[in-house]
């Protein structure tokens, strides 16, 4: 079991959590502007790092945030979780 | 429930023991009664009755015996209870005996004694490691030669009877976590208890203490098990403690989460009432001490496997804890002193111990001194050679070995036994260290594998951590409780750590096979030999999982935990590389087999998954409803009437009176399970606009309109009706299926996307019943039930949404129609859902209201080529299904952007027409497959297919369906050929337009 | 090199197992290859293999990090099958299978492919159409595929629950008689034999540290054992293709998840069929050593570990007890992991990459071990031609781009749902 601390609801089980995916894959700002190739890379492409990963959880059975989490793809250690707007690997990196 | 005469236990020891004599037990081993005592296990009551086979081996199916006292019992696996109780392959040495147990061995035909497999043994140099990659490769196949080489396969039989028992599940929480209560375990609870730190202590048997329990140890001058039991006592008092017992931990798991399993009722016949047979425990701890001991290996020589053979601490465990003597005649063979012990407490409660043979040279005085008082021959530098003796040992050969160890002298000596005590060292236990993510190190003093670095909050400790003497045990367990109780913030208190007796140790010599010929089992269960294991390095298998994968070495039910060093070893020997080189292959859960009952817990039959039901289901269920499970919901599928039995021809005639019923009159349907989704705040519509592919800011207040979503990349994803209920206040509806997805989706792009946007979504699928009422006379019925309102054209037009009451009950209606007929979706709180749908029933008697269920509905949808599951199957644009005019070029939406790939654009893609069979009445089914001619050779062109079929339309008189074919409505007039060749089905069909019936709509309008 | 035969078996025996020869040889890496595959699992071996018997080419090497067929081949559920529907899965899947029928014969090893059946039940009436259309585009496929409904399934595997108190009634289900099993590790160790003795360099413990690229191609492959130059190169690493995709600045559509297994402690034959459920994702089969071998879901968040979580193991023993409650007592001896290369569609990529001389073979999500012979015959074609196999033409790399997504079960561009 993986133990992911929710923002608002504090530690709590993986189970409890609906897993999303790569929270690094940003929806063009603007989408008119954006080129195919823009597109293709958010929709398709992944960075899939062995590694550290920033990610997104749903506290499905909870609170229903979007969380971010940063977390290690080979031990699955949870680095740090925050909400959607924060750059945790940013904050992880400068507090290291 | 036998006898409770006194049958004789001819080895068992006349005191002693942690038995209880008072209480004699009957039991049955292959049908035999046999007496033993509460305290004994299976196998200790088995030996005590001179019962010596025990079971036959995998491949070479050779008589074997007990050969452990504990979890790693390779050899003596029997069938427990009977019936569907059976537990195959269970471990006679961890069964606790109860009153009335039934056992029988495993894997011999007819019986233990006259088993015909045994052939196999004489065949031994063919049945080597490879044998069948190497063969069988003609024809007629693999499959042909399996149906006989299966058969002989396997161990244990069951015949998949349902599981009388129940089974739980519980979740724990604690700072300090302590798997083990031996003296390790036991050392730390007190010192981490006594800072006040949440401890949870769990232990896999019945008494804590672990190896102390029958060791014949002292602390502080006083029996061990005084210490024990003034520890507990303690730890019983601390109300910061909770001990589990009988709870095996065997997997450590992410962020310091362990799982166990509690045998609640095991040591019963049967569960007390009311009672789970077992437990699953997850444990979410801050700091997990490991204190999970070590397991003694087996020496490899030859024919080292014969009833009669047993680890050392198996022999003495037997003679100190359960009073029975493992052999009249013991010779012991060791490379460490652990055989000392055993020769020495087995000396001292009489029985004959011929001689210690040990391959070291060197002794410390005093084991000499002991074994000399007890008149015990101690024989150094030598090798137990061979073993005599078919279903028990009658005696052994043995040699001097050479200072390499690599070969014996020419002379062996022949010692007459019936029990040979061997002991080739420890290896700690670091199977749940290996599971948190550690990787064990070689650590050559002590022969075996130890803990290395730490990947979680995981702390090794005592023997596991390759600690073997009882002080070191103590001292470790204590210094790891305060300190770790210190790193979470508890205060450290005082506290001393007692005297132990040992004697100092002579350091263990490596040896890991005895030259000799021979079979030199070193897997025991799966008869994996010495020789195999050379000529897997010979053939190049030379990786350790090669070696396991290619010989099945450490793959039965013990996993290796006897086989797998000695034999990770040798390679190492035959490869001349080191055995940290080498390496070992990787401990998996579960530590030890794990029922899988347990694992399912409550969730089994009925409860495998939740059951959704309307607020309306109780009218259904007394009104003749099938139900059809829809998801989690189960929807009424269609109405028998009274004594109608549910058959096929009944159904068919239910489904076209709810039809007509509803075309010809009135019809209503529970539509509660469409996702209702409220919406609210400012940017509402500009949200809408954006998750929509048609546009939403023009949406009058007291208006619905169809919406089509799509996936990012364009594909289809839901659709639905979504209404204006006042500026910034809309309620959605979206599909049964992809109700949870499309809020979740919806969540996402507000918190993740467009967290700017001012709009507040909640899911309100379970707080409003739902029913559509559909036909030319719904609104008669329901202006009938309701209680002020006028619901006429001009107050509430086609599309239009209504606050309204009936009796009083606030009411949401929305003029909507999925039938194409005049209809009305009347939503009531969830609390009135039955009580408003038996007066809109009660009301509409006089005009012939029936209700209709799901088949009944979806024949009337594709009466009107409105799309359904099967067409929105995740592979289809709206392009495909002909819904481009919801397209809309004048904003953005989530989707739009992929919409113009070339894929997308293709004109071969299939698109969605209608089709009738030409001949009028042949039925098309659902999946079957349009072709231009069906009698094309393999691979055939498919040109698409039936995506929804309708057996009849009771409406127009012929079968109809949907399907989609490249190109689509161009199409429109050709016959091509739909063929379901599962059925052997092949009929012409024309195609024609997807909507069947008024085509211009005017039957919304009454 | 000796064949293996009954009489070789034989004879070996009275000469006491001492003749048997190297199963492959253990060379040291030469300075060049024409093409390098990476990657010793069933993939790459087999594409080594039917490059040197197929296309003729002599001078190639397999690197290896670990041991070969350390990987996912070895780690498995060892389902055979190719009962697909979409055209670009099911030809390729077929083709496969009619190799695995050959493939002990022509390999001179057993791998035990065992044509038991493989059976999906349905468990709902819109299961029973969904496998309608599989079972009806299979046939005409030409791929063998049965209907059954709930009598016939209750005759063949009567040990399912057709209970009353079943949560979701089993409807029927789709047979393909001619799917099964195989002995996942000797399809790794006969194409290793057999590659190795049409003169193909396997090479183990050797790790691709990194490449040297000149214009938009590989020249040199850098590894743990020193620099190799190629002339081609072949990927074949499973679950670590987007790692090493990343010492090439290149990105996939493709994210690693970690799927669990399962075996029980053995017993007599009990199931005999491989069977899959509806109403939850869990299949099961018995291996010949007595095992019953059994899986489910990925675990459902990207990982590189080779372990994963307790709740999916409950999630998948749940399933099981409810297609088989009788399976409540028996005892599971041991779970692991492997590391999945999800794709974005379900479906795998085979073909050309974005680099010149670089050839994918990747996104195999849960079928990789069904598709090992068809995936090295196809792969050996893309690569020895510079051009796809008519097979694997639909699986390329461009597809997700052109709106051409080959998704079997209309999940969309989000790995996990596959």
Redesign the interface.
């Known amino acids: ?3 992911i601390k929710c923002p608002y609801c504090g530690l709590r ?3 409890e959590f ?6 690094t894959k940003l ?1 063009p700002i603007n ?2 502007l ?1 080129n ?1 190739d823009e ?12 590694g550290v ?1 920033q ?4 506290h ?1 059975s909870g609170c ?3 969380v971010k989490v940063l ?1 290690d ?6 680095l740090k979780t925050g909400l ?2 924060d750059d945790l690997l940013f904050s992880y990196e400068a507090e290291k | 429930m036998f006898s409770k005469k006194n049958k004789q236990q001819i080895r068992r020891l006349s005191s002693g023991g942690l038995i209880d004599r008072s209480k004699p037990i009957g039991f049955k081993f292959d049908g035999k009664p046999l007496m033993g005592y509460v305290g004994d296990t299976l196998a200790s009551a088995l030996l005590a009755n001179n019962v010596k086979l025990v079971g036959r081996s995998f491949k070479y199916h050779r008589p074997r015996g007990i050969y452990t006292a504990g979890t790693e019992e390779p050899n003596a696996l029997v069938a427990l209870r009977t019936d569907a109780r059976t537990e195959p392959n269970t471990r006679a040495t961890n069964i606790e005996l109860f009153d009335g147990l039934e056992a029988k061995s495993q894997n011999r035909w007819p019986n233990l004694f006259l088993d015909v497999m045994q052939i196999n043994n004489l065949a031994g140099p063919l049945f080597t490691a490879g044998f069948y990659y190497k063969t069988f490769m003609g024809m007629p196949g693999w499959h042909f030669y399996e149906y006989f080489i299966r058969k002989a396969a396997g161990m244990g039989s069951t015949e998949l009877e349902r599981d009388p028992d129940t089974y739980d599940k519980k979740n724990a929480f604690c700072d300090i976590l302590i798997i083990g209560g031996g003296p390790t375990g036991l050392s730390a609870a007190l010192s981490a208890g006594r800072t006040g730190a949440r401890v949870l202590i769990i232990d896999s048997s019945k008494l804590l203490g672990g190896q102390l329990i029958w060791e014949l140890d002292q602390i502080d001058d006083k029996p061990a098990l005084q210490w024990i039991e003034s520890a507990l006592k303690e730890l019983n008092e601390m109300k910061n403690v909770t001990i589990a017992r009988r709870t095996t931990a065997f997997g450590y798991y992410d962020s310091n989460v362990v799982n166990a399993i509690e045998s609640v009722s095991d040591h019963l016949p049967t569960p007390e009432p009311h009672t789970v047979r077992q437990r699953l425990w997850q444990i979410r701890a801050q700091k997990v001490i490991i204190a999970t001991g070590a397991t003694e290996r087996p020496l490899v020589f030859s024919n080292n496997d014969r009833p009669g053979i047993m680890l050392a601490s198996a022999a003495r465990r037997y003679a100190n804890q359960f009073a029975v003597k493992p052999g009249n005649r013991a010779v012991i063979f060791a490379n460490n002193d652990d055989g000392y012990k055993t020769a020495v407490n087995l000396a001292e409660k009489g029985i004959d111990v011929r001689a210690v043979v040990d391959s070291r040279t060197y002794v410390n005085e005093f084991w000499k001194t002991k074994l000399d008082e007890l008149g015990v021959e101690l024989i150094l530098g030598s090798a137990v050679i061979n073993t005599h003796g078919h279903f028990g040992l009658t005696g052994v050969d043995i040699a001097s070995l050479s200072s390499d160890q690599k070969s014996t002298s020419s002379q062996s000596t022949f010692i007459s036994a019936d029990l040979l005590a061997i002991s080739g060292g420890w290896s700690p236990n670091v199977h749940l260290y290996c599971h948190a993510g550690g990787r064990p190190q070689y650590e050559a003093s002590i022969a075996a594998f130890v803990p290395g670095l730490r990947s979680q909050s995981e702390y090794p400790a005592g023997a596991s951590n390759g600690a073997f003497s009882l002080i070191d045990c103590i001292t470790e367990g204590t210094n790891c409780g305060i300190q770790l109780a210190t790193e979470l913030g508890f205060s450290k208190t005082i506290f001393s750590i007692p005297q132990t007796d040992e004697p100092s140790v002579t350091p263990i010599k490596a040896l890991w096979r005895i030259p000799g010929k021979g079979k030199k089992f070193v897997d025991i269960q799966d008869d994996v030999t010495e020789s195999d294991i050379k000529l897997a390095h010979q053939e190049g298998y030379i990786s350790v999982e090669h070696l396991k994968r290619y010989t099945t070495l450490g793959m039965g039910t013990d996993q290796g935990k006897t086989s797998n060093m000695n034999g990770h070893a040798i390679m190492a020997e035959e490869r001349g590389e080191a055995i940290e080189t080498v390496g070992t292959t990787m401990f998996r859960p579960p530590y030890i087999p794990i029922a899988m009952g347990p694992l399912a817990g409550r969730d089994i039959g009925q409860s495998y998954s939740a059951k959704r039901k309307s607020a309306i289901h109780n009218w259904h269920h007394e009104n003749g409803a099938i139900f059809i499970d829809a998801g989690q919901w189960l929807r009424p599928q269609y109405y028998l009437r009274n004594g109608e039995a549910n058959t096929t021809q009944n159904m068919d005639l239910a489904i076209t009176r709810e039809v007509k019923g509803t075309r010809g009159n009135v019809g209503m349907v529970d539509v509660s399970t469409l996702g209702k989704i409220d919406i609210q705040g400012a940017d509402s519509s500009e949200f809408l606009n954006r998750i929509y592919t048609n546009g939403w800011t023009k949406l009058a207040i007291g208006k619905a309109r169809y919406g089509l979503m799509l996936r990012e990349d364009g594909i289809v994803f839901d659709d639905g009706t979504t209404s204006r209920l006042s500026e910034h206040h809309y309620f959605m509806t979206t599909t049964t299926s992809n109700a949870a997805s499309v809020l979740s989706h919806m969540e996402y792009c507000l918190q993740v996307h467009w967290p700017d946007l001012d709009v507040k979504i909640s899911s309100i699928t379970e707080q409003w019943a739902a029913m559509a009422i559909a036909g030319p006379k719904s609104r008669d019925v329901l202006q009938k039930t309701i209680d002020e309102e006028d619901l006429s054209d001009e107050t509430l037009p086609f599309m239009g949404v209504k606050q309204i009451s009936i009796d009083g009950i606030p009411a949401l209606i929305f003029r909507i129609s999925f039938s194409g007929e005049l209809a009305y979706e009347v939503n009531v709180p969830a609390d009135y859902g039955e009580y408003v749908w038996r007066r809109i029933m009660e009301k509409g008697t006089t005009d012939n209201i029936i209700p209709y269920g799901t088949e009944a509905m979806a024949i009337m949808r594709i009466e009107k080529g409105h799309v359904a599951g099967g067409e929105l199957d995740g592979r289809t644009t709206p392009d495909d299904l002909g819904m481009n005019k919801l397209i809309s070029s004048k904003k953005e939406f989530i989707g739009r952007r992929l919409l113009q790939r070339d894929g997308f654009l293709d004109p071969k893609r299939p698109k969605l027409v209608g089709l009738i069979p030409t001949d009028g009445k042949s039925r098309i089914r659902t999946g079957s497959i349009l072709v231009k001619d069906p009698n094309a050779s393999l691979p055939m062109p498919k040109l698409g297919h039936v995506s929804s079929g309708a057996y009849l339309s009771p409406t127009l008189k012929h079968p109809i369906s949907l399907g989609l074919i490249t190109g689509g409505s161009k199409r429109i007039g050709e016959t091509v050929w739909a063929t379901s060749p599962l059925h052997g089905e092949i009929n012409e069909v024309k195609i024609v337009d997807p909507v069947f019936y008024d085509k211009q709509g005017e039957r919304l309008n009454g | 090199m000796s064949k293996y035969s009954v009489l070789s078996l034989i004879k070996n025996a009275f000469s006491d197992n001492k003749n048997w020869e190297r199963a492959w040889r253990d060379p040291e890496p030469k300075k060049y290859y024409d093409i390098i595959i990476i990657g010793a699992g069933g993939h790459g071996l087999a594409s080594a293999f039917y490059l040197a018997k197929n296309h003729g080419i002599k001078n190639i090497a397999v690197l290896e990090k670990g041991y070969l067929g350390g990987g996912n081949t070895g780690r498995n559920t060892t389902i055979v099958r190719s009962n697909y529907m979409l055209d670009e899965n099911a030809l390729f899947y077929e083709k496969s299978l009619k190799l695995w029928e050959q493939l002990s014969h022509e390999l001179n090893f057993n791998v035990m492919f065992s044509q038991r059946g493989v059976l999906n039940l349905a468990n709902s009436d819109s299961q029973m159409d969904a496998i309608t259309r599989r079972g009806n585009t299979m046939r005409l496929n030409g791929i063998d595929a049965e209907l059954l409904d709930r009598r016939q399934v209750e005759k063949m595997i009567p040990y399912l629950d057709f209970s009353d108190t079943a949560r979701f009634q089993i409807k029927g289900g789709l047979l393909q008689r001619r799917g099964g099993t195989a002995r996942h590790d000797a399809v790794a160790w006969g194409f290793a034999r057999g590659a190795d003795q049409l003169g193909v360099d396997i090479i183990q413990n050797c790790e691709v540290t990194g490449f040297k690229t000149k214009g938009n191609n590989i020249e040199i492959v850098e590894t743990s054992r020193g620099p190799i130059g190629c002339g081609k190169v072949g990927f074949a690493v499973a679950g670590s293709t987007g790692h090493l995709a990343s010492k090439l600045g290149m990105k996939l559509p493709i994210e690693s998840h970690v799927l669990q297994a399962f075996v029980s402690e053995p017993l007599k034959p009990v199931i005999d069929h491989v069977v899959t459920f509806g109403a939850g994702h869990f299949y099961i089969s018995q291996s010949d050593k007595g095992g019953l071998v059994f899986g489910g879901d990925i675990d459902m968040y990207n990982s590189y570990a080779q372990k994963g979580n307790l709740p999916l193991i409950e999630d998948v023993v749940t399933a099981g007890l409810a297609m088989i409650p009788g399976l409540s007592r028996l005892r599971i001896v041991r779970h692991w992991g492997g590391i999945m290369d999800m794709s974005m569609d379900g479906s795998p990529i085979i073909g050309k990459s974005p680099i010149d001389n670089l050839y994918l073979n990747c996104g195999w999500c849960y079928g990789g071990f069904k598709a090992t012979p068809g995936s090295g015959w196809v792969f050996a074609h893309t690569i020895a031609n510079d051009a796809p196999h008519e097979l694997n033409a639909g699986l390329n790399f461009d597809r997700f781009r052109v709106g051409r997504s080959v998704d079997e079960n209309g999940g969309g561009p989000i790995p996990n749902r596959h």
């Open positions: 079991m993986i133990r089980d993986h189970s609906n897993y999303i995916g790569d929270a929806r989408p008119e954006a195919d597109w293709f890379d958010y929709i398709y492409i992944r960075d899939n790092p062995r990963h990610e997104y959880w749903q499905i229903r945030s979007y977390r793809t080979v031990t699955h250690e949870v959607p707007s």
